[in-house]
């Protein structure tokens, strides 16, 4: 099954380099593909807080822009990349697109609901289930938002510190 393993690893190497597009503009990087017979037919990054919209997650996304492409809004037939477990929301998307399969980076285990908090997308009292595989380059996966979250740390500190600093001028000196 090595080719299989081949396959998924290198859509998930797409879905990261949609996450590194959300870590450039300082959004929690998330990143998703969606691919139909050997093809991406939607690509989406989380742009939450740059589009300030709830909506803005990486799944919906690519889903918004797979329909579009393929004139439906059912996905049959499409396998969805993600780097990181899905939220409630886009579970949900999935299952209302009839997208079959999903691959998973990491996973969430405090939102998710690919199998952490929820498994949205295997129920079977839904007329819909998709095929789950977890932990495609993991690894990878965790460590971009490691890192974003490393760094988020860091510059809240410095912020912290800098706020705490003592101000030797009055209101006199703002003129
Ligand atoms: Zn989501």
């Not at 899905?86 to 998973?104: F, K, L, N, S, Y």
Request: positive net charge; charged residues 25%.
């Amino acid at each position: 099954m090595a080719g299989i393993k081949n396959v998924q690893e290198k859509y998930m190497r797409s879905a990261l380099e949609q996450a590194k597009k959300a870590l450039a503009l300082g959004e929690v990087p998330i990143g998703c593909v969606i691919v139909y017979e050997g093809k991406i037919i939607g690509r989406g990054y989380n742009r939450r807080n740059t589009d300030k919209n709830t909506l803005a997650h990486a799944e919906i996304t690519a889903i918004k822009r797979a329909s579009k492409k393929m004139g439906d809004w059912r996905l049959e037939g499409c396998t969805l990349y993600v780097t990181l477990e899905p939220c409630q929301m886009c579970a949900g998307a999935i299952i209302q697109a009839r997208i079959p399969e999903v691959v998973m980076g990491c996973m969430n285990p405090k939102a998710g609901c690919g199998g952490s908090v929820l498994n949205i997308l295997e129920m079977p009292q839904f007329n819909h289930q998709a095929a789950v595989t977890r932990g495609v380059l993991a690894q990878e996966c965790s460590q971009i938002l490691k890192q974003f979250f490393t760094q988020l740390r860091t510059r809240n500190r410095q912020e912290k510190e800098a706020a705490k600093e003592p101000h030797f001028f009055t209101n006199a000196d703002l003129g």
